[in-house]
């Protein structure tokens, strides 16, 4: 790969892949705004211009794809295109098609104009979503099958059709993620896995690719205690009732490393005190439990 081809990748996907999505949309999509990754904040001060395909922080600096790799790896330009070759060699379709949707309360697109075709087994899912999974995010293909399906759906406007993993949530939606973009189909809301041992101790999760990645680096299929995921920072007062609710006497917090997780932390614990347990030193010095696996454990 060149500079020029480099120069011409999306970089709106590119972020996907990395990690990072925009939490507002202007212009009917062709702006993007990010939280920008070079430093903490609750407003975002990085903007995307889709079409120009350039990226602007308003704290830092801005420039092509290839900039923003080498300001995130600290790298030289050919380092940047190695790593930006490496991380496209997916042969996802690209997500298009979206600019007429907005970010919802919670920061993400929610797909309204979208159908769901066909829910697979994961065992059957395409190759490229295989590799996303299991390699890209480590996690192991026992647990994917175990919890994941394969959706394939439309978009009605346009008629293209995509493919994504799907995590089902307790409004019998599914959450859904591909190396592009993350939302959700058919509604959104929490997940709860129930576990095969206790029912007075409960995890919590802000995504599911973190309760994935526990249940990866565990070895083990099905959790032994009970499992409740976000899918959603906005649901911090539903998954407070619904642990009041089922009384549950010990709680686990699995939450990010962040600014967010640092603020849900400190209120599960203001509500539920010395039960409420902070269990985020396993993966201290990662932003999330998922970061952590795909750095220390090969498959």
């Known amino acids: ?15 996907a892949r990395m990690g990072y999505q925009p939490v507002r949309s202007f212009k009917q999509g062709e702006e993007l ?28 600096q801005g ?42 309360d919670r920061g993400e697109i929610e797909l309204k104009s979208f159908q769901i075709d066909e829910i697979k087994p994961f065992s059957a899912s395409q190759p490229s979503l295989n590799h996303f999974i299991t390699q890209d995010r480590k996690i192991s293909t026992a647990v994917a099958e175990a919890f994941l399906k394969e959706i394939l759906f439309t978009n009605l406007k346009s008629g293209k059709k995509y493919f994504a993993a799907g995590f089902q949530n307790m409004a019998g939606g599914y959450e859904i993620r591909n190396p592009f973009f993350k939302s959700s189909l058919r509604g959104k809301n929490m997940s709860f896995v129930k576990g095969s041992n ?20 565990d070895g083990i299929a099905i959790p032994e205690r009970d499992s409740l995921i976000l ?3 906005s649901y911090e007062k539903q998954a407070i009732d619904f642990i009041e609710k089922n009384g ?23 509500v539920f005190g010395e039960n409420f347990n902070d269990v985020r030193f396993i993966f201290e010095g990662f932003k999330d439990l998922n970061t952590f696996l795909q750095r220390n454990f090969e498959k």
């Open 1 to 15: 790969m060149n500079t020029d081809q480099a120069k011409k990748l999306p970089l709106a996907q590119i972020l």
């Open 33 to 60: 705004a990010y939280l920008s990754p070079f430093r903490s904040e609750k407003e975002p001060s990085l903007f995307v211009n889709t079409r120009k395909n350039l990226w602007n922080d308003f704290g830092d």
């Open 63 to 104: 420039g092509t794809v290839i900039d923003f790799v080498m300001r995130h790896q600290g790298g030289t330009v050919s380092e940047a295109l190695a790593f930006l070759e490496k991380i496209w060699k997916s042969d996802f379709k690209a997500i298009s098609g979206i600019k007429n949707t907005e970010p919802d």
């Open 198 to 217: 206790s029912n007075s101790e409960i995890a919590i999760f802000e995504g599911f690719m973190d309760f994935l990645s526990r249940l990866t680096i």
């Open 231 to 233: 899918n959603s920072a």
């Open 248 to 270: 549950y006497k010990t709680i686990f917090g699995f939450l990010d490393n962040d600014p967010k997780g640092e603020e849900l932390t400190q209120n599960f614990t203001k």
